[in-house]
């Protein structure tokens, strides 16, 4: 399955820590993407990262992509209270569409 | 203001009855999907439309049908046929990368009584 399975399933941290998601996937990508879901809310895209690429950064936001372990992290520097969300990986390879994981759940506590 | 919008935001239905969720977008996008999700899971595909006028299902169509007459409304009917509709529904967009960003709605949540 090309799904993305996030770990850890809930995360809770102080404000001001890093927080790390990660995402792992079974099949070859062309690109893999990161949503952020606020409770009740629509999913808001926050970062694309192609096959070809390792790193991506965007604000207090670094992904990384190793297709060798076929693997993918999301890090959150500085974690502020509204970062407390629900963060989706969706692995996108060329047989289909995006197909979204559970997510990992943040808390971040003041 | 460019956007998608879901409406209603909350509805509720009787078991039975049909029902119909309304999908906009000004963005001039040619993709729109229909996305399930129900609480702690992830999104699931229902219905997807790379262009006007023609659609495919999903990984989960069964008990839902749609349509696509403009390029920018794709309204999702719930039917009598699925078995189990209390969800949240999401509404999203593309430009037409089939793996590119999507834009999402603010979704409905159906409740059936």
């Known amino acids: 399955s090309q799904q993305g399975e996030e770990d850890p399933q809930a995360l809770s941290i102080q404000e001001g820590e890093n927080a790390t998601m990660n995402c792992s996937y079974k099949t070859s990508i062309n690109n893999l993407q990161w949503y952020r879901q606020n409770s009740g809310r629509g999913l808001v895209h926050l970062i694309l990262i192609r096959s070809n690429e390792r790193e991506k950064h965007s604000g207090r936001l670094r992904v990384t992509l190793d297709t060798s372990k076929k693997s993918s992290s999301l890090l959150i520097t500085a974690s502020r209270a509204a970062d407390t969300a629900s963060y989706f990986c969706?692995?996108?390879?060329?047989?289909?569409?995006?197909?979204f994981g559970k997510g990992t759940k943040l808390s971040v506590k003041p | 203001d460019g956007g998608i919008t879901q409406s209603p935001k909350y509805l509720f239905r009787k078991e039975g009855q049909n029902v119909t969720l309304s999908c906009e977008q000004n963005?001039?996008?040619?993709?729109m999907y229909w996305y399930r999700q129900d609480p702690g899971q992830g999104l699931r595909l229902i219905y997807y439309?790379?262009?006007?006028?023609?659609?495919q299902k999903g990984d989960i169509a069964e008990g839902y049908s749609v349509s696509r007459e403009k390029k920018e409304s794709f309204p999702l009917t719930v039917t009598s046929a699925q078995k189990n509709p209390t969800a949240f529904y999401l509404c999203a967009s593309n430009p037409g990368q089939r793996l590119g960003e999507q834009f999402f709605g603010p979704g409905t949540r159906l409740t059936v009584l």
């Open positions: 439309s790379q262009i006007v006028n023609d659609f």
């Open positions: 969706a692995p996108g390879g060329s047989q289909g569409n995006l197909i």
């Open positions: 963005l001039n996008h040619d993709a």
